[in-house]
Every structure is written in structure tokens, then in C-alpha cells.
């Protein structure tokens, strides 16, 4: 097939950065082809995909050399809107792009210079909403007003309404509910076998690239590292995971037990079914008893009763919400997009006040705190890092909170260094925030709200935009956080992750609670999963299929499956 983009020898460097981006990327994409893109954050990923549209060297101001040819358009050159109607960048940031007041103005924008026909316009806009697992009923609202992952699949409708030549997608689905991940990706295979479009897909979850792509390249330090099929790249598991990347569970499971490579879940069932037949793999019995029950403290921290909350002009968010945590309390609130999850959280920590309902810290209501004597109890790190974070360097950020406490200027320092060190931002102290990778930025604004050192931490969406190595030292540490005493809760849609190192799982649905147990109790509730959206880890569901082998169903990761198979 003939190349439709190409990039040669590309060198790129953010004016005030002392370091090279990228350094002698050199690629190719073919006409029709998927691929995916993989590598550790800061790798040069996101730069690279700005450099696709023209935005790099057109509008952002650095050092630049070598060639990007896009359709046969020079991006050093040629006009970046000609570029665009090629082309449609999804941003890592999807806020970054929206410029209407509503999500059918939005999508119109792009369409407008594209389409005559009303009747024409209106079909597109309502096949791309429905492409990405959204309603008409979207269409009047804010943009601006939705969830994390409403806003991202609103990104992706705009992009994909003018059916562009290429589509590329920086992170699509990082803040999309599990259940919304798979609609996206199939509507992104849609889209290439309907239009023959050319999609370039940046992404940490291999699961879905697996599946997905015809070809996946590895980045690391701005170079290309390694590429070739989803079967070569994720069957050589120890270069992938020296890159901070996690292969897709079931190649991890096959190849640890010797088995040949399986890039899905039937395939790995298949063969581990085969094996265990065949008298290949073992299964031990595991006799030590798991907790069921979640770890608490005996302290109540925040209590919340009967609470309700609507926006103005908008749905109710929260209906009825009855809720206790309690001191040391580890606990992941998980459920589908729009449930509520992010209005409970800032209702937590006092950014919203509730419409209906009491909020309770330590016994007193939350209205009577001043702000600042909340923060120390209760800090809130946002979905969007961009949301909180305002200062001129890394060090200044990090530093701020302590300051305003009045604290003394040494123990101002040792917070600073400490939290700096633990989100692993060392040599990034003098850098603007904004210069950051959307995953640097969102360790920076973890590490902003570390330096309070208030009792509770409730972290929105920690794991989206990190590589698999650095979700793993973030969860470590916040394990080790809540080992010395601080209450977390995290918002995620990472089970797979958490699941692991929590105590407890709030399940959320339509504003209401609609399950809180351990993990396992969570996990094993079809009718709770079925109406949360959520997807049970791939080691649990491929255990509960080799049940009548005698392997355990009480498992959640692939180190539990493992542990109980052997050749």
C-alpha cells in the first residue's frame, strides 16, 4: 500500500526546554492501516501527534528539524487549515479543542464547510454521536458540563463527523468507562472498514490495541524503539515491560506458562484449556482463605446523608447519596460515566455544597469549616491536572499549598522535595507546568496536594495517562500512604489496577450507591456489573471458564491465576 504520511528524521525541542522531545523520530503510516502507538510517558508521544496536524512547528515555538508529510502536504509549509481537512487530531486533553456552548454546535463547526444539506449535516451529527455511544439527548448540552468521559467521546464524534483520510487519537478513551472503551474501539474499526480511513491510535491499554491495530510502535526518549504486528510486539513481553508497558493479560498469562502467545481472551482460554487436557499445566488448590470483608477503621471520618445534588439547569447528579467513611478507610469509586462520581467527590471536599442532604468531617458539618481548615482534612486532586495547576515552575506548585499554611520556610522545603521525589518529578523542578506531558501534570498535581498532608486524599482518575510502571509506583505509593494513616478515595475506571490494593469499592449508578463491598464481593455481582458498565478483570473471567479443572474463581489478577497454574 502507498504511503498517506511520513515522517523523516524528526527532531523537536519546547523553547525554554534544555531537552530533546523527540530525536530522529523516523516512520511511516500506510493508506487504510491502523496503528497503534506505545511507549512510556514522556516518551515524545503526544508531541509527535501534534506534529502530525502542523501545530508543531506552526504554532508552537521551539527548535524543529527534519520532514512530516501528511497526504502530501509539507506541515512545516503547508496551511494548517488544508492540513486539517485531512486530518483530525483528538487531543489528550479533549477540553483543550471545544470552542461551542453546545455538543450539536460543536460537531456542526466541523461540518459546516464540508456539507450543504441540513438533512445531510443532521444525519452526520447523529451517526457520530451514536458511533461513540451517545444520545441526541446530548446535543443542548455543555460541553464543558460533562463528564471526563462524556467530554472525550464528544471529542471523538467531532473528529470522526467529517469521516477525515486520517484520524489520530491521543489517549482516546482514558477517561471513558470500560464498557464506553469498547464502543469507541469499534466504532474506530467501523470507521476504517467503512471509509478506508487511516487511524493512528495513542494508547497505554494494549488490550484494546491488540485487537485493534494492524501494527503497533513502541516509542522511548523520542525515538522509534521497535515496532511490527500486535503478535510480534506483545509476545516479546520482556522489551515491552522494560518500557514501563504492561502486555494484554492474556499474552502475559501464556507466555508466563510457556504456552504460545494468545493476544485475546478466547484464545488464551483455548490454549490454557488445551493445555491443562493435556496433563501440560497443573492446577495447585489454594487453601489460604482471602478477607472478605473491608479493612476499616474504627473512627468515623465523613459521613454523607441523604444527599442530593443538581446543577443548574441540568440533571440531578446525586439522588439520595447515604455514605460513611471511615479513618484509614482505602477505597475506589468506580462506575459508569456520568453517575456522579466526580460531583460526590467535590461535595466531599466542599467545592460543591450539596442541594439537598447533610455532609459531615469529623462529626461537624462541612459548612462551618473555613476552607483552609478543610483542606487540611480533605484535599481534592482533579480529574483534569490543568484544573489546579496555575504556578510558573514545578517547585512553585508543589510549594504552594504548605506556603499559604504559613508553614516555616524549611518544612516548606522538605514537603516540596519529599512530594516532588515521590511522584518521581525530580529534574522537572524549574519546567512550566504546561510543558509537562498530561501524565508529568497529573503527578504534579497529586504531588500539590501531597505537600498538605491532609487525612484524606480523594484522587480523580490517578491511573489515565501513565504508563504501566508509573500506575504501578503511584498505587504502591498510595498503598503505602494509607498504610501510615491517610483515608484515600480514588475515582477510576482502572479495576484491573486497583482492584488489587483497595479495601472497598463504591460502585455509583445514576447518583446513587449502588453496591459497597470488597472487590471480589463487587466483582463477583453480575447484575451489579451489568448495570455499572464495568468489565471484570480478564485474569478473573478466564478462572471462572477453567472452574471445572478445579482453578480457583477467587481471582482478580493475573499473578492470582498464575499462582494456581503450572507446567
Not at 502507498?2 to 523523516?8: A, D, G, R, T, Y
Request: hydrophobic share 40%.
Amino acid at each position: 500500500m502507498s504511503e498517506i504520511l511520513k515522517v523523516e528524521d524528526l527532531w523537536w525541542r519546547y523553547e525554554g526546554r534544555k531537552d530533546w522531545v523527540l530525536r530522529g523520530l523516523d516512520l511511516s503510516v500506510s493508506i487504510g492501516e491502523v496503528v497503534g502507538i506505545i511507549g512510556p510517558s514522556g516518551a515524545g508521544k503526544t508531541t509527535f501527534c501534534l506534529s502530525l496536524v502542523g501545530v508543531i512547528p506552526q504554532r508552537l515555538q521551539g527548535a524543529y528539524r527534519g520532514k512530516v508529510t501528511v497526504d502530501g502536504l509539507d506541515t512545516l509549509r503547508d496551511d494548517l487549515t488544508e492540513i486539517s481537512r485531512r486530518l483530525s487530531l483528538v487531543f489528550e486533553d479533549p477540553e483543550t479543542q471545544y470552542v461551542m456552548s453546545t455538543v450539536e454546535d460543536e460537531i456542526l463547526l466541523a461540518l459546516e464547510n464540508s456539507m450543504n444539506s441540513r438533512e445531510e449535516i443532521s444525519e452526520r451529527i447523529e451517526w457520530a454521536l451514536s458511533a461513540v455511544g451517545l444520545s441526541a439527548d446530548f446535543l443542548q448540552r455543555n460541553p464543558l458540563q460533562l463528564s471526563g468521559g462524556e467530554k472525550q467521546r464528544v471529542a471523538i464524534a467531532s473528529a470522526i463527523a467529517t469521516h477525515p483520510k486520517i484520524l489520530v487519537l491521543d489517549e482516546p478513551t482514558s477517561d471513558i468507562d470500560p464498557v464506553g472503551k469498547l464502543e469507541v474501539f469499534e466504532s474506530i474499526r467501523s470507521l476504517r472498514e467503512e471509509l478506508g480511513a487511516t487511524v493512528i491510535i495513542v494508547e497505554h491499554e494494549t488490550e484494546f490495541l491488540s485487537e485493534t491495530a494492524d501494527r503497533i510502535i513502541a516509542f522511548s526518549n523520542g525515538r522509534v524503539a521497535f515496532e511490527g504486528t500486535p503478535q510480534n510486539v506483545f509476545s516479546d513481553i520482556s522489551s515491552i515491560q522494560q518500557l514501563g508497558i504492561s502486555p494484554p493479560h492474556p499474552c502475559r498469562i501464556t507466555c508466563a506458562l510457556g504456552l504460545k502467545p494468545s493476544l485475546t481472551e478466547g484464545e488464551a482460554e483455548r490454549n490454557l484449556t488445551e493445555a491443562i487436557a493435556q496433563g501440560y499445566l497443573k492446577v495447585r488448590k489454594i487453601t489460604e482463605e482471602r478477607p472478605r470483608e473491608p479493612r476499616r477503621g474504627m473512627k468515623e471520618l465523613a459521613s454523607l446523608d441523604g444527599v442530593h445534588f443538581s446543577y443548574p439547569g441540568g440533571a440531578e447528579a446525586l439522588r439520595g447519596v447515604d455514605l460513611k467513611i471511615y479513618e484509614g478507610d482505602f477505597i475506589a469509586l468506580v462506575g459508569p460515566n456520568g453517575s456522579g462520581k466526580s460531583t460526590l467527590a467535590k461535595i466531599l471536599c466542599g467545592l460543591l455544597n450539596p442541594t439537598a442532604g447533610q455532609v459531615k468531617i469529623e462529626g461537624r458539618p462541612i459548612n462551618r469549616f473555613h476552607r483552609r481548615d478543610l483542606a487540611k482534612l480533605v484535599s481534592y486532586v482533579f480529574q483534569n491536572p490543568d484544573h489546579q495547576l496555575f504556578n510558573q515552575t514545578v517547585r512553585e506548585e508543589v510549594a504552594f499549598a504548605p506556603r499559604i499554611l504559613d508553614l516555616p520556610e524549611a518544612e516548606v522545603r522538605e514537603r516540596t522535595s519529599e512530594s516532588i521525589s515521590a511522584m518521581e518529578l525530580n529534574g522537572l523542578e524549574d519546567e512550566h507546568p504546561l510543558f509537562l506531558s498530561k501524565g508529568e501534570r497529573r503527578r504534579l498535581a497529586l504531588a500539590s496536594i501531597l505537600s498538605l498532608k491532609p487525612k484524606m486524599l480523594i484522587i480523580d482518575e490517578p491511573t489515565t495517562g501513565q504508563d504501566y510502571r508509573t500506575n504501578s509506583r503511584i498505587m504502591a505509593l498510595l498503598r503505602n500512604l494509607n498504610s501510615i494513616g491517610y483515608t484515600i478515595l480514588l475515582i477510576t475506571h482502572a479495576l484491573s489496577i486497583v482492584s488489587t490494593v483497595v479495601d472497598r469499592l463504591l460502585v455509583m449508578y445514576m447518583g446513587r450507591i449502588l453496591k459497597d463491598g470488597t472487590p471480589r464481593e463487587v466483582l463477583d455481582d453480575d447484575e451489579v456489573v451489568k448495570r455499572a458498565r464495568l468489565i471484570v478483570p480478564t485474569a478473573k473471567r478466564i478462572a471462572e471458564r477453567l472452574s471445572s479443572y478445579g482453578v480457583s474463581k477467587d481471582v482478580l489478577t493475573v499473578e492470582d491465576l498464575l499462582e494456581q497454574l503450572s507446567p
